[in-house]
């Protein structure tokens, strides 16, 4: 372990930096968590000044590592608001990505955190006959070449939505939050500007079916950026990140 913590920067090295940070201590009560994008925004390097604890991670952790981080966090800490901040795309993720065994699998499918994994993530985890591979190979994630995409296909047909797995854990924290008096909300980073006129209407169904339009309240009120101001479809270039904080 040693070796592994101090000589190498492995692939999950985010994640369990992550477990550390949330296992301690802090001065916060108000803390986000979110994707690569919150992760460029908020992230311990620009901690300083900030009313809110930074522990976003990236999209392949899901909502479920998400509830964890958030579950492990607030056995040391008094909790008041959370805000979970994530590209419309994290929502859809259903542990079916290139880098969920390596992400979540690895990391989170193992004691202590099998008590936060609930049947149906089970269930997805298992669909893969060779699960148990990347929990013998957590500390060598590079190793591990199974692909989450190849045994679990999308759960719905259209490309915006909330899964099946995102939905059971954004539930389960509603339910923490409204037993301990915390205050949650579910925000988006800026959006290049080509995709505001992508089809929401089905993932805004699936909130008020589900009875989570309060956690969602802001969440279509999107700001945007030009997409020339970003690397990619989600990442906004290092030159605009003050601008899209």
Known sequence: DYIYRHWRRPLTQIMWEA?????????????????????QLFNASNQKNSRYFHLPTNAATTLMGHYILLMEYAKHNDLKEIVILLHPYS????????????YVVGVFFRKPYRGYITPYAEKQIKNCPWWFIPIWLRHFPELCLINYQDVNPPPFGCNIYI??????????LGRY???????????????PEPQLHLDFSFMKEQIAA??????FENYFNFTSMPADEFVDELHPKTLFLSKAR
């Open 163 to 172: 899964s099946p797995l995102s939905l059971e854990y954004i539930q389960m």
């Open 19 to 39: 477990i550390d940070r949330a296992s301690r201590e802090q001065l916060y009560d108000r803390i986000i968590v979110g994707d690569s994008v919150a992760y």
């Open 91 to 102: 929502l859809k993720d259903n542990l079916d990505r290139k880098y969920t065994a390596n």
């Open 177 to 191: 939050c409204e037993i301990n008096q915390v205050d949650l909300k579910i925000v988006a980073p800026p959006l």
């Open 210 to 215: 589900h009875g989570l339009s309060k956690y």
